[in-house]
Nanobody, 124 residues
Framework: QVQLVESGGGLVQAGGSLGLSCAASGRTFSSYVMGWFRQAPGKEREFVAHINWSGSSTDYADSVKGRFTISKDNAENTVYLQMNSLKPEDTAVYYC?????????????????WGQGTQVTVSS
């Protein structure tokens, strides 16, 4: 069982930066693939980024590539999402998620554990 708690959301102006954290419980955190997803009002939840168990492999949605960076600290049981050059269209509730599978990990169905979400609002 893994419990995930996100933090770091808030209000930021377009062009600004924000960092999200996701603290995980459980002794096997290092064996999980960790993902970030987001859901904007009236839209479906979408993939943002994921990172493999060792932190050596990452992938990003095209919409955030070059602006967002996902990282993982297994010693601290924490995954991060650094968001730069934010745009109003990045406004959403951001969720972190965990899975042990390596299949279809850009889809929310692949993930077993989810945090409660943290709101990110980007003003124009």
């Amino acid at each position: 069982q893994v419990q995930l708690v996100e933090s770091g959301g808030g209000l930021v102006q377009a062009g600004g930066s924000l960092g999200l954290s996701c603290a995980a419980s459980g002794r096997t955190f290092s064996s999980y693939v960790m993902g970030w997803f987001r859901q904007a009002p009236g839209k479906e939840r979408e993939f943002v980024a994921h990172i493999n168990w060792s932190g050596s492999s990452t992938d990003y949605a095209d919409s955030v590539k070059g602006r967002f960076t996902i990282s993982k600290d297994n010693a601290e049981n924490t995954v991060y999402l650094q968001m730069n050059s934010l745009k109003p269209e990045d406004t959403a509730v951001y969720y972190c998620a965990a899975t042990r599978t390596t299949l279809r990990i850009t889809t929310e169905g692949a993930y077993d554990y989810w945090g409660q979400g943290t709101q990110v609002t980007v003003s124009s």
